[in-house]
């Protein structure tokens, strides 16, 4: 795009990036510990999923189920933690793992675990690790399976905007130490076991409504010394861009805007062109409908959005000036503007087994360039108002980050460079008195035209106090 994720997920983030969206309105109850509410009605969800895991052991690859169980919230607010509680992890250990234990000599196994949880939250995508709270001490059975069931422990999840917040198993990690009768280690101890789901089946574990919080809920939440941030965030509100998050929602999708900018080389014309307009003019701005939908692949967490310019109402960038030296000498000086034909997809691949969860965005959408004011060494050169490129060109820029917290490199919540190049076509309707298209396709026209853009940190205009808002003008890279 001139987006992003490619995300991510965290914050992609994809962030990231979370099944079909319900829309709710209403607050969480505020006592603590309450179950229910007047109505007698659930606030609470219990959780109970078993998932096929592919294990790497030792001895070789074993299937093994894990059991996930514990409880989330049913519904939560926008820029309030989602804490899931009463965990556990249990995990059956296949009756040749615990022979090949017992023909070590051992008679317990001390192990913990650690399981990787794929967030896709409205506003960000992230990952948590729920670990075993203590290593514990397993007995082993003269024959049969071995059940490793051990209460755990989850970061809160920090939703941004309203949607569905889901909770996603994925790599899972045991660390398993034979134990002889006299305490002693039995062989290699201890042994690290990666583990991944299998490819049947769903590992979705929970969705939790998120919705935006009213006024009063708002300001109850705000920690002391913060009052008043709500005043603080409607006079933000006021210096948000004009058209910001002017974009259909679809999904799971939040409407989000930011500001972008970059070069564009003419490789023919040995110069780029700086793509945004003198200051104090801000730079093009484009909106995005964040993570709108999500799934689970080999490669990882992918998350989609969609994107579109924005100028006066048109999906363009602003109008540039730029001046070039033709044969290396001859300045030539024209207006330039780029028109986008097809909203820009947006595709975040974040990995989800191990930091730092390499994040890569891929952006792509149709663009027409258009030519006008141009003059050679200071002469007009009447192209007229019809001079642009005769075929659409397809614009593909790649962003790569990691899905840290805080994130680094390029995701698609924060920014950052996106690169790529972009192949000119020839030109078409340029001239009033005589054609001028050969000079034009012949000057500028061809590929290899290398292209970085940059885009600066989101804002999403429907709470902006749980974004960068306004949104932040980046400065441009070469």
Known sequence: MRSTARATRHRSRLALPAGGLVLVAGTLASAAGMAADASGSSVTQAVRVTIGYDCQFPGGARAVPVTVAGSFPRTALAGQPIQPSGLRLAAQLPSAVVAGFTGQGASSVIASQALTVAEAMPGRSATA????????????????????????????????????????AAALSLTLGPRRPDGTAAGASPVTVACSPATAGSTRLAAVQVAAPTPSASASASPPGQRGKGQRGKHHRKKLPPGCG???????????CGYITGYSDVAKLYGAALLQPKRPTPPGLVNLDFAEKHKFTKKGLVEYSTAELYYHGLRQLPPVTATFLAFRFVPVTATLNLVELTPIRIVSVSGIKAPPYPITVRASTKITIRVSDVRVNGVPLDVGSKCRTATPTTLVLIGKGDNTIPPKGYTVPTG????????????TGCGVTENLDPILTGSISGSGNFVKMTQGKLCGPSQPANWTCPPPEPKPER
């Open 416 to 427: 950052g460079p996106l690169t790529g190049e972009v192949t000119i076509p020839r030109f």
């Open 246 to 256: 002017h974009i259909k929602v679809v999904g799971t999708g939040v409407a989000t």
């Open 129 to 168: 690790t729920w670990s075993s709270r203590a290593p514990a001490d397993y007995p082993l059975p003269a024959s049969g399976p071995l059940l490793l069931d051990t209460p755990a422990t989850a970061p809160a999840a920090s939703p941004v905007g309203r949607g569905t917040a889901t909770f996603s």
